[in-house]
Each structure stands twice: as C-alpha cells, then as structure tokens.
C-alpha cells in the first residue's frame, strides 16, 4: 500500500509524558500537513511543510507542540508535557506540491488516537 | 482561510434514497473540495470544483457550486450503506495551501 501511513494508531498516556508521532506521506509528496480532530469536530490545521521547511504553524499549535520533516520525506509530531485536553485524533495528509500556490488535493492517513489521562 | 458550513448537522436516509448536503462560504474562492470520513478514519477526498465550473460528477456522486450565493452542494445518488459517514467541504482561498473544516455533515444510511 502506498498511501499515508501513520504510527501508533492508538496512544494512551498519562498526563506530563511526552509522546511522537510519525507520519509517512505518499512516495514523492512534496507537502506534508498535520491536523487535529476532536469528537464531533472537523479537523483543525496545525502545521504543514513544503519538502522540509516548515511553511505555517496554526495558533494551535502551543509551544508544547513541535513538528519536524528533517529530510523531507517523513515527519513527527511531538507533544510535550501532555495535557487531557491534547486528546484528539491526530490526521497527517500529503499532496504533490509541485505547483506553488495551488491547492490540491490532501491524502490523509488513517490517524493516530492520543488518550491522555 | 475560510471554513465551510455544512448544512444538516445531520442526515438520515433510505438506503437507495438521494442524499443531499450543502456547503456555505464568505469569502470568494478559487476551489472548494468535498471529503468523505468514515467513522474513526482519515478522511477521503471525493471532489475538488475550481471556481469556474459550475457541476461535477464522479460516479454516484454530483457537486455543483453556485459562487454567486457562496455555496455548494453534494448530492449522492442511489445511497447504500457505505455511504455512512460524515461529509466536510472545504473552501479554499488562492495563496492558501491548508484545508479549513466546519463540523460536517452526519449521513446515515438506513438498510
């Protein structure tokens, strides 16, 4: 299969820890984007890259919360000092950004489920 | 960006009945997509409609966006139980490459 695959699909930890999450985009993807989604709720952006640069951080995205795509192929979400509130459903997608300033279509992972206790 | 409004919260229908969901926006846009997430999963892309055009079809499903009242619709033909699942549209401004959300449409189909 080469869609988007993401890693855990299931997360429980305790409030305070610290947890990654790995997302890998479709072979040759050049974007890579994160999204946040809480129960009843669409998915809220959080951040996305172009290759390896971070292009755009929401508001969201608290300074517990840090993303990276080192090489420009996969990419981590890490949530530090974890807070109840941070329990959500974690979407990565990806598109082709070959074309600036055009928006495509995004391919989204199956999502990693973060419990926090 | 701008987010999308989808219109019912909720929708529950026959099985091989038509399902309609609308989508509304404020600002002009240059395409505005339509996703399909079943329960738990990430989110399927269905249809993206560029500003200029008026209708799209793809199988069982037909877009239309009317940019003169800031909407569009998504009317799925012939439902079948697979078709459960909450609908999102996301409009799109030019220049803006992520995807804004409302809190979709809930279709249920009933066997």
Redesign the interface.
């Known amino acids: 299969d080469t869609g988007v695959s993401q890693d855990p699909r299931h997360k429980i930890t305790k409030r305070g820890q610290n947890v990654t999450f790995r997302c890998d985009p479709i072979s040759e993807h050049n974007r890579l984007y994160w999204y946040r989604q809480t129960l009843g709720q669409g998915p809220e952006f959080l951040t996305y890259f172009q290759n390896e640069a971070q292009l755009e951080k929401s508001r969201l995205l608290s300074d517990r919360f840090s993303a990276e795509r080192p090489k420009g192929s996969f990419s981590t979400l890490e949530i530090q000092r974890t807070e109840q509130g941070d329990s959500a459903m974690y979407l990565c997608a990806s598109s082709p950004g070959h074309t600036v300033n055009t928006q495509e279509t995004q391919y989204f992972g199956p999502g990693t489920r973060l419990l926090v206790l | ?1 701008q987010q999308g409004e989808e219109d019912p919260q909720a929708l529950s229908i026959q099985e091989g009945e038509n399902a309609t969901m609308n989508c509304s926006y404020k600002t002009s846009i ?2 505005l ?1 339509w ?1 399909r997430q079943n329960s ?6 269905l249809i ?1 409609i560029r500003s200029n055009e008026r209708e799209k079809h793809s199988g069982r499903l037909r877009v239309t966006l009317d940019t003169s009242k800031k909407s569009s619709s998504l009317l799925i033909t012939a439902s079948r139980a697979a078709d459960t699942a909450s609908y ?1 549209c996301a409009p ?1 401004n ?11 449409t809930r279709l249920t189909i009933i066997p």
Do not use: A, D, P
């Open positions: 960006s240059n395409n997509q996703y738990g999963r990430g989110l399927v892309h993206l999102f799109n030019f220049g803006n490459e992520k995807l804004t959300f409302g809190t979709g």
